[in-house]
């Protein structure tokens, strides 16, 4: 049974009054079950007709920020809101203008750096006017998003390239920044760049961490005891298109070392990034891969060192989407949520999440809510937040629009 949105109920009475169990179909070894679960409730948000593109990120007061783009007849806006104990308030906007460039998979967003410190991004064409030509463009707010410094690049500008799929991650008390980059022209290949950007706007130089990456899928990042962590997906001979991870030690990043090792030659972009969520010390990572023409979704967990994974393991190997996102629960125990493919019975694609445990057991896949397999979805996003795990997507066309979910923390309690 697929959960409906709930619309014209206050929302704090609805999370105190009428969290509801549903009958969900689960999915093991491609067999489905029926199982109940308990709390999970489809809410409104303040999002208009037209948002699309929401990202997820927790502040440490343990509400949830949540941005997304809109759209109006001059171009996009970038907009903002919190939720906190059962509300959605302080809600914002960053910044709006025409000539922005935005898709399913490459979106604006809004990254809190700490409780004040937040840091929005988003692309605009580049002057040439060549599609594929765009520049990222980064403002700060120091006062949790009530007022915002002046847009900048984090490049010199002038660099005729395409620049996008930004990820921004604290690092101390900055923000690190990193990115996909075009402008060597003369290799044509697209690396992976760094940045810190400080509270006053100053930025640091640039550091290329790899010199061949995927043209097109998106960064992930984690804040492990060791310090930050990010994950891409690589290009090396033969058209490789594997994951590889870096640790920032200090002032420099690690050698890019191998995450996954399918060995998946493909010419081309499969857009499908990665994902990272830490717990302490332990790492785990999750990604999607169609090596020998086996679409797959696959997790690994790290112990002690974020750089060394166990063995990896397939969460979805019935041909998933993919466009995968994880988060810890508690030490032991993970979720993942990720794109099912279409179902054969009922002829429609699932948003499925499902517990891994860092012994590399899992539970069955659950079938949260239908979801349009196709571009319109975008990427959807989780976290976690006071009350469970929240996830965001877009509802797709005809009328787009930013659909929430919450996840009672009951869901992953063992």
């Not at 179909?25 to 999002?47: K, R």
Request: overall charge negative; proline content about 5%; glycine content about 8%.
């Amino acid at each position: 049974m697929m959960l409906n949105l709930l619309k014209g109920v206050p929302l704090k009475g609805a999370i105190q009054g009428l969290l509801f169990s549903v009958i969900i179909v689960l999915v093991v070894s491609c067999q489905p079950v029926e199982q109940s679960i308990d709390q999970v409730l489809i809410i409104d948000n303040p999002s208009e007709t037209s948002a699309r593109f929401p990202s997820l990120a927790s502040l440490p007061d343990g509400a949830v920020l949540m941005s997304w783009t809109e759209t109006f007849e001059a171009g996009h806006v970038l907009k903002f809101a919190v939720f906190k104990q059962g509300e959605w308030f302080q809600r914002g906007e960053v910044a709006q203008g025409a000539g922005w460039f935005a898709n399913w998979a490459d979106f604006p967003a809004v990254t809190p750096i700490d409780q004040t410190f937040w840091v929005a991004h988003w692309q605009v064409r580049a002057k040439s006017g060549r599609s594929h030509e765009h520049d990222i463009m980064l403002s700060i707010s120091v006062d949790a998003g009530a007022t915002w410094s002046r847009p900048q690049m984090p490049y010199r500008p002038g660099t005729a390239a395409g620049h996008g799929f930004v990820a921004i991650f604290p690092v101390g008390n900055a923000a690190g920044v990193v990115w996909l980059d075009e402008s060597d022209h003369e290799s044509g290949r697209t690396s992976l760049r760094y940045t810190r950007l400080y509270r006053d706007g100053h930025l640091d130089t640039v550091q290329v961490i790899d010199k061949s990456t995927c043209t097109c899928c998106w960064v992930a990042t984690a804040i492990t005891a060791a310090g930050p962590v990010i994950a891409w997906r690589s290009r090396r001979d033969h058209e490789v298109r594997d994951h590889h991870i870096a640790l920032l030690n200090q002032d420099n990043w690690t050698i890019p070392s191998s995450l996954s090792q399918e060995k998946w030659s493909i010419d081309g972009c499969p857009v499908n990034g990665p994902a990272l969520a830490a717990q302490g010390d332990k790492l785990v990572a999750s990604w999607y891969t169609a090596e020998n023409n086996r679409p797959r979704v696959r997790v690994a967990f790290s112990d002690s060192d974020p750089l060394q994974f166990r063995t990896a393991i397939d969460v979805d190997a019935d041909k998933p989407s993919g466009r995968i996102k994880v988060a810890w629960l508690n030490d032991h125990t993970a979720f993942i949520t990720w794109i099912t493919s279409i179902d054969r019975i009922t002829q429609k694609a699932s948003l499925a999440g499902r517990k891994l445990f860092t012994d590399g057991t899992m539970e069955p896949v659950m079938r949260l809510v239908d979801i349009n397999p196709g571009r319109d979805s975008g990427i959807p996003q989780l976290v976690k937040h006071d009350s469970g795990f929240m996830l965001a997507w877009t509802n797709g066309a005809p009328n787009n629009r930013v659909q929430t979910i919450l996840l009672s923390l009951e869901l992953g309690n063992q």
